[in-house]
């Protein structure tokens, strides 16, 4: 049970260049998300997903795309990279215990537009 | 809009004493808090969850106390050790949220 994986985990980008970070979890949950954090700050929210064929923004949406075209799956798209998307990003999923909601983060991707 | 605010970015405690790391909130619609464990290069881990019907929840060294009229939360570590130095996150939401608001962190750095 490796649950949830991320990759790569580090990565520098020119402006302008796009790229995939990737994330899969093999616990089935129905739940993912894809957060960042800017140095010094909390996580916040890019785009959330809460199953197959759903998707929807967070507090940062802009500048990335999500898809989740199956439970494990959610990639996480920059199309345009900018500096200002220089950030640790940490993809995770959940599942609800009684009612508390329970998250599992990956170990981060260390992205640099530079 | 910060929502969970931990005004404390960091905390040094010696081995063995009380760590206490605090955490409030605005949103009163919040009805479960969880505080998460990070270590450098890896994701944040679970640590301990409370749910607002409770005032107190204990897992081994860890408690977390919850004080609704307040709005402020509390995670006390005892007794601390090396190995909980890390950052911590204290996060909430409510049933009908989507998705856990989180502080900025707190780095507790526990000294031999």
């Known amino acids: 049970n490796a649950g949830v994986t991320q990759t790569p985990k580090f990565r520098i980008l020119k402006i302008g260049q796009s790229m995939t970070l990737q994330c899969t979890q093999d616990?089935?949950?129905?739940?993912m998300y894809w957060y960042r954090q800017d140095p010094g700050m909390g996580l916040k929210l890019i785009y959330y997903?809460?199953?197959?064929?759903?998707?929807d923004k967070g507090e940062v949406p802009n500048g990335y795309n999500v898809s989740r075209s199956t439970t494990e799956d959610f990639p996480l798209r920059l199309e345009l990279a900018a500096p200002s998307q220089t950030s640790v990003y940490f993809c995770?999923?959940?599942?609800?215990?009684?009612?508390?909601?329970?998250?599992?983060f990956g170990s981060g991707t260390q992205l640099s537009v530079l | 809009d910060q929502q969970v605010k931990q005004n404390s970015p960091s905390l040094s405690v010696q081995e063995g004493r009380i760590s206490i790391l605090n955490c409030d909130y605005t949103n009163s619609m919040f009805d479960y808090f969880l505080w998460y464990k990070k270590y450098p290069a890896e994701g944040p881990t679970f640590l301990i969850s409370?749910?607002?019907?409770?005032d107190k929840n204990e897992d081994g060294r860890f408690t977390v106390f919850l004080n609704k009229s307040a709005k402020h939360l509390s995670l006390h570590i005892v007794p601390s050790q090396p190995g909980d130095s890390a950052v911590y996150f204290c996060?909430?939401?409510?049933?009908?949220?989507?998705?856990?608001?989180f502080g900025k962190g707190t780095s507790l750095l526990v000294t031999p």
């Open positions: 616990m089935n949950h129905n739940y």
């Open positions: 996060a909430g939401n409510s049933n009908s949220g989507y998705a856990l608001n």
């Open positions: 409370i749910s607002s019907i409770k």
């Open positions: 997903s809460v199953g197959a064929g759903i998707t």
């Open positions: 995770a999923s959940s599942y609800w215990e009684e009612t508390n909601e329970k998250l599992f």
